[in-house]
């Protein structure tokens, strides 16, 4: 079982009640992008692997774009995490500019052998 690394947050990819989730894999190859993830999270000194997952509770709804094959929760290039259970008042945290992007959406790998 894989957790989202989001503080405070429990959910794991192999949870039944998180079955409705997506579970997504950081922008390892976009630094830029890494950065801001990382930034919001807010955890100090956290570096990601490929492992690590963080669940779709911390993203908007339009954030996403859905698979038209698979059905399944595609995450825009350009998404960031900005939902936070701890700070949900909190105003939203920057975004990039889309100016790297190419149209290819990163797959999510939560539910990836
Ligand atoms: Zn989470």
Not at 10 to 20: L, M, P, Q
Not at 92 to 102: E, F, N, Q, R, Y
Request: glycine residues 6%; positive net charge; aromatic residues 8%.
């Amino acid at each position: 079982m894989r957790y989202c690394c989001v503080i405070g947050c429990s959910n794991a990819n192999a949870k039944t009640e998180c079955r409705d989730k997506t579970f997504f894999t950081f922008p390892l190859k976009n630094s830029q992008l890494l950065q801001v993830w990382l930034k919001n999270i807010g955890r100090q000194g956290f570096m990601p692997s490929c492992s690590s997952l963080i669940c779709s509770d911390h993203f908007e709804e339009n954030s996403y774009s859905t698979c038209r094959f698979t059905k399944r929760r595609l995450l825009k290039q350009e998404a960031v995490p900005i939902i936070f259970s701890k700070t949900p008042k909190q105003t939203p945290k920057v975004g990039l500019t889309s100016s790297a992007t190419d149209g290819n959406n990163m797959q999510p790998d939560g539910t990836k052998q």
